[in-house]
């Protein structure tokens, strides 16, 4: 016998994100599948996102200014030194690090942030208030994928 793992299909995401009505106390921004939808984390539960997916994310409501604020991304603050490309329609403060592209914060109804995750990822990624820097949350990413164990007849 031997073993084969098998991903799901890869899927599009989209999520809206809003502040926290108390947005300086975990965990700073809502997460729903609607504009101002249910969220789907809390202080103790953060969003998972799925290896292997694509996800874009855009603010359901107006989340900051080009100087304060702002939704981002990356594997620390203001940084994404990691393997996954963000694009962003964002006029927010800049994130970016030594060579990676910057991408902007996402502040306005009209802006979407994208990213894809690769299949194997075992780093962190978090998401983070552009100008506060102890507003930052880590997102759970995890696999979603089978063992399929095969007998060869001979």
Do not use: H, W
């Not at 799925?50 to 409501?61: E, L, R, V």
């Not at 910057?102 to 109804?109: D, E, L, R, V, W």
């Not at 994208?114 to 299949?119: E, G, K, L, M, V």
């Amino acid at each position: 016998m031997s073993a084969q793992t098998i991903y799901e299909p890869i899927t599009n995401i989209t999520y809206y994100v809003r502040e926290n009505p108390d947005a300086s106390v975990a965990p700073y921004y809502l997460f729903s599948t609607t504009p101002g939808g249910t969220a789907l984390n809390s202080a103790s539960i953060p969003l998972t996102l799925i290896t292997g997916n694509n996800y874009t994310f855009i603010p359901s409501t107006t989340i900051g200014t080009t100087n304060s604020n702002g939704f981002n991304v990356g594997d620390t603050f203001k940084t994404n030194n990691v393997s996954i490309n963000v694009s962003s329609s964002g006029t927010g403060i800049p994130t970016g690090a030594s060579g990676f592209p910057g991408y902007n914060s996402i502040i306005n109804t009209n802006e979407q942030l994208s990213f894809s995750f690769p299949r194997l990822f075992s780093l962190t990624f978090q998401y983070f208030n552009s100008s506060e820097q102890t507003r930052i949350l880590p997102f759970f990413v995890a696999d979603k994928y089978s063992i399929a164990y095969i007998k060869r007849i001979s």
